[in-house]
């Protein structure tokens, strides 16, 4: 199968974002770590390897884009106040991931919600998303002029540890709608793509506590407990490496919803809280590009801050919604913050928003305990008694107060950092 592949091409879907990466046979032989990815450009900031994973279908629930270019096609539907006959579609991935949870069939006539609450068949939904992720790796083939054919490539990809047998099914099946044959397709589960990865990464480059160099970390019978923190989820498993060097799972996979994006809902209910559902309901529906970039920017913020500093979250906030609260209030924002709740732990000094390093530390609070209480409950297992590393992988891991929680909590344990 991929062996006799010239090409393999790696697809992951994130709650949040999505992209692929590959590699030749050539330069996995030369180095299993040559590995280019795919790269988007959404007109305003750097390049990125990965895009945001939402979909828009039209009126007759045909795919229409993926992606920047959904996003910016809703916000002129929104504009125009024709959205409502479209479908919308984002967060897609952690529904499927709540009906699994919920042990739901999913294999037959499972549908999704769009933003607006309208019903979509989810296969559909799943199809477009790998279809348009395929065709867009083609296509840059082409413009590489690298004459790589669909019989070339082996594809692969990656899904939640807590998927079950009809999940991967349904999977397969979206696989094959558009193309993708089951002699050329296959599934890894996150944590252990993610271990395989470290284990052949070059010791300089496996990070441990304090900055250390792990020079051990993947000697033959070390154990070690996989954090793969995601937008969405956070898959969970403990692994051994076996003697030839392969990893043996030795708990099952675990985790939960309990990714980067419930610290984004904290600040949004905090948002909601201070200026009114109403006025967060019009602010999303006519300054839709002013919302995205101000989670976008909180996005950012929320990784680099320092629970352990006791220092202020600063972000800006949209002229645009300071000026909708004012028009659709008659009162200015700072004074609805002074009669809130927050009054002690929230600044508004132009159009700069200051929240009080406690107030973070409340947003983040909740979904690290339940991370913590998974690796707890692992390392009580007779077989995790003697696990020695925590090995943290995924977007929601680069957040400082994650990373400060787990070393805080598992000081016996060696953090590796990919």
């Known amino acids: 199968m991929a062996e006799t592949k010239i090409l393999v091409v790696a697809i992951d879907f994130g709650s949040s974002g999505a992209g692929y990466a590959f590699s030749f046979a050539y330069q996995y032989k030369n180095n299993p770590l040559d590995i280019s990815t795919s790269v988007w450009n959404n007109g305003n900031g750097p390049l990125q390897a990965k895009i945001p994973a939402v979909l828009l279908f039209d009126p007759d629930k045909k795919f229409n884009s993926f992606g920047f270019e959904a996003e910016d096609k809703y916000e002129e539907l929104l504009n125009t106040n024709k959205a409502d006959q479209w479908y919308f579609l984002k967060g897609f991935k952690m529904q499927l991931y709540s009906a699994v949870n919920a042990g739901e069939d999913i294999r037959v006539d499972f549908e999704l919600l769009d933003v607006g ?45 807590i998927w079950n047998d009809s999940a991967k099914q349904f999977m397969r099946e979206s696989a094959e709608a558009v193309g993708i044959q089951g002699d050329k397709f296959i599934m890894v ?39 793969d923190a995601g937008g969405g989820t956070v898959d969970i498993s403990a692994q051994q490496v076996l003697e030839n060097g392969e990893l043996k799972i030795i708990h099952r996979e675990c985790g939960g919803p309990w990714g980067g994006e419930c610290i984004n ?64 209030k008659q009162s200015d924002v700072q004074t609805a913050i002074a009669s809130s709740r927050f009054k002690e732990t929230v600044r508004l000094k132009r159009d700069k928003l200051s929240i009080a390093g406690s107030l973070v530390e409340t947003f983040f609070s909740e979904t690290i305990q339940n991370i913590i209480d998974e690796v707890v409950f692992i390392l009580k297992n007779e077989r995790c008694s003697d696990v020695s590393a925590i090995m943290m992988a995924g977007g929601f891991s680069e957040a400082d107060t994650l990373q400060h929680a787990i070393k805080k909590q598992f000081q016996s344990l060696e953090i590796l950092y990919l």
């Open 117 to 161: 609450g309208k019903r979509i068949s989810a296969k559909a939904v799943f199809s477009a998303a790998i279809g348009f992720l395929k065709d867009d790796f083609i296509q840059q083939m082409h413009w590489r002029k690298l004459g790589t054919v669909e019989d070339d490539i082996f594809w692969v990809v990656s899904v939640p540890a």
């Open 189 to 227: 589960y996150e944590p252990e793509a993610a271990s395989i990865y470290a284990r052949l990464l070059p010791v300089d480059k496996l990070v441990g506590n304090n900055g250390a160099v792990i020079l051990k970390a993947f000697d033959p019978g070390r154990k070690f407990i996989v954090v």
């Open 265 to 328: 809902k904290q600040f949004v209910n905090m948002l909601i809280e201070l200026f009114g559902k109403e006025v967060m309901k019009q602010f999303k529906n006519k300054h839709g590009d002013d919302f995205l970039q101000l989670l976008r920017d909180f996005e950012i913020k929320k990784k680099m801050f320092k629970v352990e500093d006791e220092e202020s979250l600063t972000i800006r906030m949209p002229l645009s919604l300071i000026e909708l609260f004012l028009d659709m």
